[in-house]
Nanobody
Framework: QVQLEESGGGSVQAGGSLRLSCVAS????????MGWFRQAPGKGREFVAR????????GYSDSVKGRFTVSRDNAKNTVYLQMNSLKSEDTAVYYC??????????????????WGQGTQVTVSS
């Protein structure tokens, strides 16, 4: 069983950047495909980005494509989300998630087995 802890959230003005990190512990990190999701107030959880076990394959939602970059460092048991050109609509709690035993992961929250506690990102216009 893996535990996930996000960090790097905060408040930023529109057009700014943040980098989120998610450190995994308690399991073999390379056994997990990883995803990032977000949830804005009053809305459901939304897929943001995903990355496979090796880090060579990734995908993004249309709303963040070209602005966000997902990556992972398997030596550090960490997955990252670099967020550039932030917009007010990116304001949400951001969660990382892990899917065990699958080389790839998809955009559906039901696919993931473990979740972090979330980190708040607030973008002011």
């Amino acid at each position: 069983q893996v535990q996930l802890e996000e960090s790097g959230g905060g408040s930023v003005q529109a057009g700014g950047s943040l980098r989120l990190s998610c450190v995994a512990s308690g399991g073999s990190f390379t056994n997990y495909a990883m995803g990032w999701f977000r949830q804005a107030p009053g809305k459901g959880r939304e897929f943001v980005a995903r990355i496979n076990q090796s880090g060579g394959t990734f995908g993004y939602s249309d709303s963040v494509k070209g602005r966000f970059t997902v990556s992972r460092d398997n030596a550090k048991n960490t997955v990252y989300l670099q967020m550039n050109s932030l917009k007010s609509e990116d304001t949400a709690v951001y969660y990382c998630a892990a899917r065990y035993g699958s080389y790839y992961s998809g955009p559906y929250s039901e696919e993931y087995d473990y979740w972090g506690q979330g980190t708040q990102v607030t973008v002011s216009s």
